[in-house]
């Protein structure tokens, strides 16, 4: 009979499977949204997250994501599926979509070192997702300044991340480091 947590894993997996089943990438790749919390989840079980902070990687661009779909997901609805403390983790590295996207950045930045210990986990393997992303794969019509500029405020929104999971610490840096040596030679004339 498989674990509690096993179990847990797997529904939160389903769950974002189905909520994510039309979304995209914004790379150039164009694949499955679901690919990204997938790589989030297993890059914190990989460095020994905490399993509510696995849990909420899985579901954790749910309601940000699906605010435009037929049915979109709400906090509560997370609270009455996963229960409270994987609803509040979610929540609590949600942005808000109503918001310019210029103030979410900044406060991601001005958030980050006040968040809990698995939210600072949950963000950093995001964002390490991401680089890995939009390095690969960057978004079709980003210009390269616009490459750079994500990624030197990923790294800024890390430094407020620091202090609880070396290893994963160690994984964005050298994840933000292979991002700017790709970028520099993208910016090489032929």
Do not use: C
Request: proline fraction near 7%.
């Amino acid at each position: 009979m498989p674990s509690q947590t096993f179990l847990a894993v797997l529904q939160a997996a389903s769950f974002a499977a189905r909520v994510h089943t039309t979304h995209r990438r914004k790379g150039t790749a164009a694949e499955p949204y679901v690919n990204h919390v997938l790589e989030v989840a297993q890059i914190l079980a990989e460095h020994g997250a905490p399993e509510e902070a696995i849990i909420a990687a899985l579901l954790h661009d749910t309601v940000e994501d699906s605010d435009a779909d037929p049915d979109p997901i709400t906090h509560e609805r997370l609270v009455a599926e996963f229960g409270p403390t994987v609803a509040e983790l979610v929540a609590e590295v949600t942005d808000d979509k109503s918001l310019p996207k210029e103030a979410r950045k900044a406060l991601q930045i001005r958030h980050a070192p006040k968040a809990s210990d698995p939210a600072k986990m949950l963000k950093l393997a995001d964002k390490i997702s991401n680089l890995r992303a939009v390095t690969a794969h960057p978004p079709a019509g980003w210009p390269h300044g616009r490459l750079v500029e994500y990624v030197g405020w990923a790294g800024r929104v890390a430094e407020g991340l620091r202090g609880v999971n070396p290893g994963l610490e160690a994984l964005f840096d050298a994840t933000y480091r292979q991002a700017l040596v790709s970028l520099a030679e993208a910016s090489r004339p032929g």
